[in-house]
């Protein structure tokens, strides 16, 4: 059933971080090894609440796999988790449920919009759909579509794992982080 | 003999007279008006009776008829017959300001969310249910969002552009 | 500003009792959808259960009243999105009830075909998300790969995976292609295509000394206290009713198929689990037969793929810019500016759930007045707290797996 690879047969090897080199040793940047490190194994918590949550399910699957980034384990435990995809409409009701899941991740913490309802509110403009979750929790990467194919999830699954390889270490605790919470009213 | 239309209609006048009106067939579907408080009569009989045993309520809901005074919100029940395989509606009207309806609970226990939906959307008041509060809107919603005379976007949003959407 | 504890509601007095109180969240796992119970147990037996829901609203009875018929298709997509083409077709069905229309022979097979694909597709996800909830993980991941096959069938169709908007008022936007019938070809065949995948899935759980055990006797129903509840579909047929809208009242030319109706006896999970396996079986046997007359259709006949309705259907582009009445009618239904006929109409179909029903009011203007959809969800998850009473904690997760729970059909 699988068609031959036509495009993308490039298959891009991660090297080794710049460093110095020596018998035995290895000198290089703290936060290259650490981005490293965490690009490849992100933990992903899939808080599906509609037909988005389908399409995470066929990413799921093995045609389009997801476990081939680092993402065997999908948790469901907000305490354990890196990566919180929300995936589906967030009504006005669910707001608070998204807010309080998101405030039991420890830091550092990242956040996937799937979908257009995810994004803005998609299709939905009424009054009970709340339009994009960044009115209650701070977004990193957006997946237009309705509902995106599972190559465009893998995408942004792949600029979430830029983002995590290029972070600082001190970024968490630095004044434009704490001020972007704070616009939440997150502490 | 098969169950038809003219019999449903004969049988249900013969036992409420001319109380049941408005008798009308449109898409095959027997559909008729009762008045506010017999409803729960027309639904016992339609269950009891041995020949029409109307017996599983496929729909429940409301329509808002804003220009109706005094009859403006209209519950109407689909009705189906699983035996003989029939189908009917029938519809009650209440006035807006006093929208007291009897509950069906009590027969059937799918009427259950479904009152909960219309009371939650329109504002019918469903006398005997066993626990009448919003279902699918937030708790704190004050008014009735399927009323004709609310918008259907939240009107606090400032993302989004009317004009744009042709709504300015 | 939003509150974080906003959507906590224990009950009173909730603390003080010897009773465990446990929120089994609006945020649960297995991709269910968001529903939340609040459960009073007794160590692991539960005593009471209350279930809230709207936590997906999506006021879609509402947004029907702003768009023209059409426009409605893509709403109803989403109500039960594992099988978004059979809602679409529910939808076209009523229009077609309304406006008086009537198909030809191959455009209410080629439904047929897509109707029992999007239904294998929906009764597979259900199965094998009972088997990931009883801990059996890989039964999902054989099937999926089918589902894949599905979705480019409908792909080819149109154009899109899951959330179709297939169809038309009258039939479909485009003939099917020789490549869409040879993916139907493939799904069909019996050595390497799905059926093959279906007897492997059964061998792996149907006599499963584990998941006999663990869903044999949870959440069972009598047919009586169903039919109260106002059951319909699968979860009906396990409890004993033998109740298809297909057989009852056949819509889509179903009286020219031959198939079963499959009726289970004590209605728990285990009998949910078999009727909806046997199903998957039937809606095989009807594709094939579809299938079959589809490909008797030759010449010009196999041309058609849909009815004269020319206030809805789009003309045909070159007719648009040769011909005056062609370029109205595109104008008029693009703008949605076509006047419906005055009327109400109930029509069900029968949905992967159980009877999609649509009631549509219409004034005569170029929106419905009222539009409501009678989705089975909502009405059979009022028996859930009844039904795992008395049961244990690890049977309530089964049960609300096995009930075919989607939360986009049950808050709407």
């Known amino acids: ?52 949550g389908i399409e995470f399910m066929a990413t799921m699957g093995s045609h389009y796999d997801l476990a081939r980034f680092g993402s065997e384990r999908v948790g469901f435990s907000p305490r354990q988790c890196d990566l919180l995809m929300v995936m589906g409409t967030i009504a006005k009701k669910m707001g608070p449920v998204l807010k309080q899941v998101y405030l039991q991740m420890a830091e550092p913490r990242w956040v996937i919009a799937v979908g257009a309802c995810a994004s803005s509110g998609g299709i939905f403009d009424t009054y009970s759909v709340m339009q994009g979750i960044d009115q209650v929790i701070p977004v990193d990467v957006y997946v237009p579509g309705c509902p995106p194919r599972p190559e465009a999830i893998l995408d942004g699954f792949m600029k979430i794992q830029e983002l995590v390889h290029n972070e600082s270490l001190r970024r968490r605790h630095g004044d434009q982080y704490i001020d972007l919470l704070a616009s939440y009213g997150i502490q | 003999m098969s169950l038809t239309n003219d019999t449903i209609q ?62 403006e919100l209209a519950v109407v029940y689909h009705l189906h017959n699983l035996v003989d395989n029939v189908r009917l509606r029938f519809k009650v009207f209440t006035d807006i300001n006093t929208p007291d309806v009897f509950s069906a609970t009590a027969l059937y226990q799918s009427a259950n969310f479904m009152e909960r939906e219309t009371y939650d959307f329109f504002g019918v008041n469903f006398v005997g249910h066993p626990n009448l509060i919003r279902i699918l809107n937030v708790d704190e919603m004050d008014y009735f969002p399927m009323r004709k005379e609310f918008p259907l976007e939240d009107q606090t949003r400032i993302d989004k552009d009317d004009e744009m959407f042709g709504r300015g | ?114 109707m029992e694909l999007s239904r ?55 003939n099917f292609t020789n490549v869409a019938f040879e993916k139907l070809e493939k799904f069909l065949d019996p050595i390497t295509g799905y059926p093959a995948q279906l007897k492997e899935f059964e061998n792996l759980f149907t006599r499963n000394r584990i998941f006999m055990d663990r869903t044999i006797g949870c959440g069972a129903i009598a047919a009586e206290r169903a039919l109260n509840y106002g059951f319909t579909g699968p979860n009906l047929r396990a409890a004993g009713v033998d109740y298809d809208v297909r057989v009852h009242e056949p819509y889509s030319s179903y009286e020219d198929f031959d198939f079963t109706i499959p009726v289970g006896k004590t209605g728990d999970c285990y009998d949910r689990f078999l009727v909806r396996n046997e199903e998957m079986w039937q809606s095989l046997s009807i594709l094939r037969q579809a299938y079959e007359k589809v490909q008797s259709f030759k010449g010009a006949e196999a041309e058609v793929y ?55 009011i219409s004034d005569g203007g170029r929106t419905p007045y009222r539009l409501h959809f009678r989705r089975p969800c909502f009405i059979y998850y009022q028996a859930y707290p009844e039904l795992v009473q008395g049961g244990m904690l690890s049977d309530a997760v089964i049960t609300m797996s096995s009930l075919n729970l989607i939360a986009g059909e049950l808050d709407a």
């Not at chain 1, 031959?4 to 940047?29: D, H, L, R, S």
């Not at chain 2, 008798?23 to 009762?34: D, E, R, S």
């Not at chain 3, 809805?312 to 007719?319: F, H, N, Q, T, V």
């Open chain 1, 1 to 52: 059933m699988s068609r031959p690879v036509q495009f993308n047969n490039t298959v891009k090897f991660e090297g080794i971080p710049e460093g110095y080199m020596g018998n035995g040793f290895m000198a290089t940047n703290f936060e290259k090894v650490v981005g490293l490190a965490r690009k490849n194994s992100i933990w992903p918590l899939p808080f599906a609440t509609s037909c988005c």
């Open chain 2, 10 to 71: 004969q049988q249900l006048t013969q036992k409420f007279d001319d109380l049941l009106t408005d008798w009308q067939t449109p898409y095959g579907m027997l559909t008729f008006t009762a008045p506010k408080d017999l409803n729960l009569k027309v639904m016992q009989f339609l269950f009891d009776d041995e020949t029409l045993r109307f017996r599983f309520l496929s729909d429940l809901q409301a329509v808002h008829y804003p220009d109706n005074k005094g009859a």
């Open chain 3, 1 to 114: 500003m939003v509150n974080a504890t906003d959507h906590i509601l224990l009950p009173e007095g909730s603390i003080e009792k010897q009773t465990t109180t446990l929120n089994l969240g609006p945020t649960h796992p297995a991709t269910h959808g968001v529903f939340q119970n609040i459960l009073e147990l007794d160590g692991e037996r539960i005593l009471k259960a209350t279930s809230t829901v709207g936590y997906i609203h999506r006021a879609f009875e509402k947004i029907a009243e702003r768009r023209p018929l059409y426009q409605i298709t893509p709403l109803t997509d989403r109500l039960n999105y594992c099988s978004s083409p059979l809602n679409n077709m529910g939808w076209h069905l009523t229009c077609e009830k309304l406006l008086d229309v009537k198909t030809p022979k191959r455009v209410d097979y080629l439904r047929v075909i897509i």
């Open chain 3, 120 to 174: 294998i597709s929906d009764h597979l996800i259900c199965n094998s998300i009972v088997g990931v909830d009883s801990g059996a993980y890989s039964g999902f991941l054989y099937v999926m790969q089918f589902r894949e096959l599905i979705y480019e069938i409908y792909e080819e169709v149109c154009g899109s995976r899951l959330t179709t908007n297939i169809g038309r008022i009258g039939g479909f936007e485009r």
């Open chain 3, 306 to 360: 849909h009815a004269d309705v020319p206030a809805y259907y789009l003309p045909e582009k070159k007719d648009v810019y040769t011909k005056m009445e062609a370029l109205i009618y595109h104008f008029k239904i693009v703008m949605g500016e076509t006047a419906m006929p005055v009327g109400e109409v109930y029509n069900a179909i029968e949905g992967a759930n159980g009877e999609l029903g649509f009631y549509l």
